[in-house]
């Protein structure tokens, strides 16, 4: 864990943990097993079965898909509404998964889910005036995801002394970060039109033109009181060197990792959370997250949270064809407000 240039925040002290925006008492409960769990096992199963078969000495799989994406593409919102099709998208979602090597990446966006930005938004406002607000941003990667949110929470409340750490794995894209100086015709490292979701007016007010027009640069405003840190989120002395927060966002890296190291990763990630506080956690594994949630009795909250689960259609969108997709959020699941849910208060 090299590099940290400032020290890790002082742990806040502890806050009553009371309910997130909106939950209810039963979302605390770890709910029975049901039908969603027989059909999830036998549906497990028949795709385990279909990856293994070899008919003709060739894994028939991704002709399969294929197909089923083709005829996937023509069905309606209605159809794809059916209890059938979402069974039967899940189904080949894990077929994806069984045949896909995760690995990381470095994508991201600007303004990457509006609806998650006003949420962070909404809690950051909660906090009396001239107070601290301490975040960390794991994965970080170029920056973007932070400074779309710093610029957001120091936009809408200036009075907040806003104190960040950042952390990524690689030490190339991590210096990208700090230095927060974009192309606008060349994709680089993280491999996506990172501007694509932000308006004309948000780049004025984050950005300066630099290199002839070429490149933006981050305001230096808004790079104040970030400490930057080379460090795995899922090392054991990533508490020593972070501390405690107000809020920590984790998001889209632990869904390129095996579910049992994710899981691993978002418990160490649980105890950066001050008691009270918020973990912003999408792109993950869906299982793992509610999983985790259920056990540590996270409090989901209920705010804006169909919003944010529509909010990036790099996920949405993805769901079933990528292992990162996001299946379409089913009220009719007994346990849909701790699954869907991507930010929750910690006790
Ligand atoms: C897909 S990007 C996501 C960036 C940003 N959080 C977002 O949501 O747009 C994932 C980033 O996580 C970083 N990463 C992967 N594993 C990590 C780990 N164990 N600890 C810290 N960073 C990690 C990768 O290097 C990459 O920059």
Request: with cysteine.
């Amino acid at each position: 864990m090299i590099d940290g240039t400032m020290r890790a925040a002082p742990p806040t002290p502890r806050a009553p943990a009371g309910p997130g925006i909106g939950a209810t008492l039963t979302d605390r409960r770890r709910p029975p097993l049901s039908s969603d769990h027989g059909v999830k096992t036998i549906l497990r199963s028949a795709a385990a079965r279909l990856v293994r078969a070899r008919p003709l000495g060739k894994s028939p799989v991704n002709a399969y898909l294929r197909l089923n994406r083709r005829i996937w593409s023509h069905l309606t919102p209605s159809i794809m509404a059916l209890t059938a099709a979402r069974a039967y998208g899940a189904f080949l979602h894990r077929l994806v998964e069984l045949r896909t090597a995760r690995r990381q990446y470095f994508g991201t966006f600007f303004f990457r889910n509006r609806a998650q930005l006003r949420l962070v938004r909404k809690l950051a406002e909660r906090r009396p005036v001239g107070s601290t607000f301490t975040m960390a941003f794991l994965g970080c990667s170029n920056g973007a995801e932070l400074y779309s949110v710093l610029w957001t929470i120091r936009s809408a409340r200036p009075d907040l002394r806003v104190i960040s750490h950042a952390v990524d794995i690689s030490e190339d894209i991590l210096a990208l970060a700090r230095e927060g100086l974009y192309s606008l015709t060349s994709p680089g490292l993280v491999g996506e039109a990172i501007f694509a979701r932000t308006t004309g007016e948000e780049a004025k007010a984050m950005f300066d033109a630099a290199a002839a027009g070429h490149q933006v640069r981050i305001k230096p405003w808004l790079q104040e009181g970030i400490a930057w840190h080379l460090g795995d989120a899922a090392s054991e002395d990533i508490l020593g060197l972070l501390g405690t927060h107000d809020m920590v966002l984790a998001n889209n890296f632990l869904c390129h990792m095996d579910p049992p190291h994710a899981e691993r990763c978002l418990r160490a990630i649980a105890r950066l959370v001050a008691p009270g506080g918020h973990v912003v956690v999408s792109g993950v594994d869906l299982d793992v997250r509610t999983s985790v949630a259920l056990d540590l009795r996270w409090i989901p909250v209920l705010d804006l949270m169909e919003d944010v689960h529509e909010g990036d259609p790099s996920l949405r969108n993805a769901w079933p064809w990528e292992y990162w997709g996001l299946e379409p959020l089913d009220k009719r699941r007994h346990d849909w407000r701790v699954r869907y849910a991507s930010v929750f208060q910690l006790r």
